[in-house]
């Protein structure tokens, strides 16, 4: 698909006051765009980066200017701009989002290099760190040097992993070495502390551990047999205690009833039962006979008389409770008693058993009275502090053995993670060091490539100057840096500032952009040259012609835009290949106007016009004319070397030029595609051309060019004529194909651009 | 110079060139070289990505020794 750029339009974008729309010719690779200074180019260029780049173009190297308050035309603020482009049928627009431009579908934009005059010498005159930077775009691979600093981070955490574990298994082998010490070293120095440690793996410390247990058991039982003899000695003690209570209560109540205790309880105990017989019959009959007594009883009377009797016995009732309640009192200890020394007794028999099993040297003999068992509990107490002794002493060689254990494992595992996190990082230091390595390759191999194309570059622009890039590299001791060596007169390493001239260092910075502008865009890039090629000679003229029209095979567009008149003069003369180029011309620029863009028609379809044109100007006719045959003869003696009067400051008038090519118009020849498909070949002697402007050349002096009474007697037919013999010559020296002029040499003769047009002969003879 | 385009990124050349390397050094496994290729042109490759990588080549390699010896 054809990716070219098919317009543009600046809406109020830098000199675009008003809407400019700019149509490029779909059909050409290459577009120049000719106008002189102030009259637009740079606002055009700074339009293609605005939409591809989203860049403020050329206002980036211009100190002192903000993009956003100067792009915008004169009058008109950020938010009025909008830039249009429309490329391969799609079109995207550009304007500012607050401070920033933003392009619309940003992620399919045409890719567009932009190489400015001012950039030119930077790209040679420059610190290596800022030569990287203007090519950085076209060797970055920052993506692969994203993936080779997560390389790098993995390798120095592995090596942070790896020393982690180092320092465990050393402080593993420094605790083991001292439990090794500790214990006198043993095996030394035929052993170490980890061969004693395997031995001591080996160790059997069931025994000690059914010990230690045994030991736990029998003074859990010693302490649990201890306090239940306690239990039974308080208990025993309080219901000893509790006894004199009930003996005290009763003496009590004795002497208070002047009785005995137990005969004025029962008295209480009667009247109580008779109150409560006559509330249970609340009015017996007077004179009924008494339950109790069977003698007549009047039950008012008899009430009043048992509440006097119980009123009076109140405090032997009371004595009569707390004797009750000693008693209880004194029962509810007994049975405590009972239960401890029950609980005694069956902790005291579990003592003797873990006695009998603990070998420990307690006593054999065990005991099953209880007397006999609450002894047992008096001497194993006595040993209580030499069986924790023991137990602890047990319990502590188990502790050692469980540290030295893992002392030992830890060693061990220590060693085999260590083995893997070593591998680890190793594999990971040698990825390390491919990765880095051949990215430095690869971009030292594209620079090769950028130095060898810069190199051919130039040397068809200079061919047979001992001028050229030596090498283009990467500094390894420093990021983002890129050195150049030069040679120059065979002398080589040196710095080219300091021995080319501007023009060939303005030639080497060109070169070395397209080159790698072409090489890295892979076919697929717009490429803008703006004001790149200033004052151009005669020589140099060509061989950057025929780099450009060679080279815009390797991208979708070239745009040249250019104030040298030369190279519109050239294109208006066919002296540049018309079937790969097209003109664009700029006029004047106002504020009104802003930005005008005509196409450039070549001389002589613009004279073709006139002479069709109402009214018929003469003057005009005759001047264009006079010009075009001017500008086709002074081309001729140039290829041909005709020979001319040798005047100062080498102008020549055109009867100069016309005697300068009588030789030439015997001998010269055209021969040209006769039809449109090429097959048949026209031969076009141009003598009889040449013959019919010769004559009539004073035309242009009489009528064109001067103020003449006599130019006034020639007819319009006459200078009809004279332009049409003009047009004709014109015509038949330009390729019908491709528009250009004839002036490659090629074996026997010259040819076009597209080669399809020849004229012979070489040389003049 | 080449006639016809190479229309990938340096990114992606340099990936292809990288991963070819760490292939043939027998550092990574080709089984995943697609997934690496893209990660690396990409900047998408993380540290446990490559710790992975060559982790999966070293442990291939272990199994293939052992059952070599076997």
């Known amino acids: 698909m054809n990716k070219r750029i098919e317009r543009i339009t600046l809406t109020r974008f830098r000199g675009a006051t008003t809407r400019t729309e700019i149509v490029f010719d779909q059909r050409k690779p290459i577009t120049f765009i000719f106008g002189e200074n102030g009259s637009g180019k740079s606002s055009i260029v700074d339009a293609i980066d605005f939409v591809c780049n989203q860049a403020p173009g050329s206002l980036a190297d211009r100190s002192s200017t903000k993009p956003k308050d100067h792009l915008p035309a004169i009058g008109h603020k950020a938010k009025d701009i909008n830039v249009e482009l429309v490329c391969g049928g799609r079109a995207w627009s550009a304007k500012f989002s607050g401070a920033k431009i933003m392009s619309s579908d940003e992620a399919t934009l045409p890719v567009a290099h932009v190489l400015r005059r001012g950039r030119l010498l930077t790209l040679i005159d420059a610190t290596p760190a800022e030569r990287y930077k203007q090519l950085q775009k076209f060797i970055e ?26 320092q465990a298994k050393f ?44 030991l736990r058991k029998l003074i859990d039982r010693l302490d649990a047999a201890a306090q239940a003899r306690d239990s039974l000695s308080r208990a025993e003690a309080d219901a000893l205690r509790k006894s004199a209570q009930v003996a005290e209560a009763r003496r009590a109540a004795d002497a208070a009833a002047g009785i005995g205790a137990t005969e004025a309880m029962r008295l209480i105990e009667l009247l109580r039962d008779a109150r409560g017989y006559l509330e249970a019959s609340p009015d017996p009959q007077d004179g009924a006979a008494c339950p109790v007594c069977e003698r007549p009883v009047v039950a008012e009377d008899l009430r009043r008389r048992i509440d006097a009797r119980l009123t009076d016995m109140t405090a032997l009732g009371e004595l009569r409770d707390e004797l009750e309640a000693a008693n209880r009192a004194h029962q509810n200890a007994v049975a405590i008693v009972e239960r401890d020394r029950a609980r005694m007794l ?77 591998a680890l990082r190793h594999g990971l230091e040698r990825a390390l060091d491919i990765v880095r390595r051949e990215r430095i390759a690869f971009i030292q191999r594209v620079l090769a ?163 069709e044109a109402s009214p018929f100007d003469r003057q005009i006719v005759a001047s264009k004319a006079g010009v075009l045959a001017e500008s086709l003869f002074d081309w001729l003696t140039q290829v041909y070397e005709c020979p001319l009067p040798r005047r100062r400051g080498g102008n020549y008038t055109l009867g100069d030029l016309c005697n300068g090519l009588k030789r030439l118009a015997k001998q010269l020849v055209i021969r040209r595609p006769a039809d449109g498909d090429g097959q048949a070949i026209e031969e076009v002697s141009l003598l009889s051309f040449f013959n019919a402007v010769t004559e009539l050349t004073w035309i242009r002096d009489q009528v064109g060019a001067h103020f003449s009474l006599r130019g006034a007697e020639v007819s319009d037919a006459d200078v009809k004529t004279f332009a049409r013999s003009v047009a004709r010559l014109a015509t038949a020296l330009a390729c019908p194909r491709c528009g250009g002029l004839a002036q490659k040499p090629k074996g026997t003769h010259f040819a076009c651009g597209c080669a399809k047009t020849m004229m012979s002969p070489l040389q003049l003879n | 110079m080449s006639s016809t385009p190479d229309t990938r990124t340096p990114n992606e050349r340099l990936a292809e060139i990288v991963a070819d390397s760490l292939i043939s050094a027998g550092l990574i496994q080709s089984s995943g070289l697609e997934d690496l290729k893209r990660k690396l042109a990409a900047g998408a490759a993380k540290a446990e990505d490559w710790r992975r990588w060559i982790e999966n080549a070293q442990r291939s390699s272990q199994q293939k020794e052992r059952s070599g010896d076997e």
């Open chain 1, 346 to 422: 069956e902790a005291a028999r579990s003592l003797a058993e873990a006695v009998g099993s603990a070998d420990e040297s307690l006593p054999a003999a065990l005991p099953v009275d209880e007397a006999g068992l609450r002894k047992l509990i008096e001497n194993v107490l006595v040993t209580r502090d030499a069986l924790i002794a023991r137990r602890d002493e047990a319990q502590k060689s188990v502790n050692q053995f469980n540290s030295i254990n893992q002392f030992y494992r830890r060693i061990i595992q220590s060693e085999e993670e260590l083995r893997e996190a070593a």
């Open chain 1, 449 to 611: 490539e950028v130095r060898d194309e810069t190199n051919r570059l130039y040397a068809l622009i200079h061919p047979d100057e001992p001028l050229g890039l030596d090498q283009l590299l990467l500094d390894e001791n420093k990021k983002a840096s890129l050195l150049q060596i030069c040679s120059f007169e065979g002398v080589s390493d040196v710095a080219p500032q300091a021995y080319f001239s501007e023009s060939h260092l303005d030639t080497l910075g060109f070169c070395l952009w397209l080159a790698v502008a072409k090489l890295s865009s892979g076919g697929d890039a717009v490429v803008v040259l703006d004001d790149v090629f200033t004052s151009v000679d005669s020589a140099h003229f060509t061989r950057i012609l025929d780099l450009l029209m060679a080279e815009c095979e390797n991208f979708n567009q070239v745009i040249i835009t250019t104030h040298s008149r030369q190279w519109r003069d050239r294109y208006a003369a066919q002296q540049i290949p018309h079937d790969k180029t097209a003109f664009v011309e700029l006029q004047s620029w106002t504020r009104g106007g802003g930005i005008r863009a005509s196409r450039t028609r070549v001389n002589v379809e613009a004279l073709l016009e006139h002479l």
């Open chain 1, 141 to 166: 691979v920052e993506g692969v040097e994203a993936s080779e600093q997560a390389l790098r981070d993995a390798t120095r955490d592995q090596a942070r992993t790896l020393d982690e574990k180092t």
């Open chain 1, 171 to 214: 402080e593993a082998e420094v605790g083991l070495e001292r439990f090794w010490v500790d214990e006198g070293a043993p095996g030394a120095p035929d052993q170490n502390a980890l061969d004693w440690a395997a031995a001591q793996r080996a160790a059997d410390l069931d025994e000690t551990r059914a010990r230690i247990e045994r």
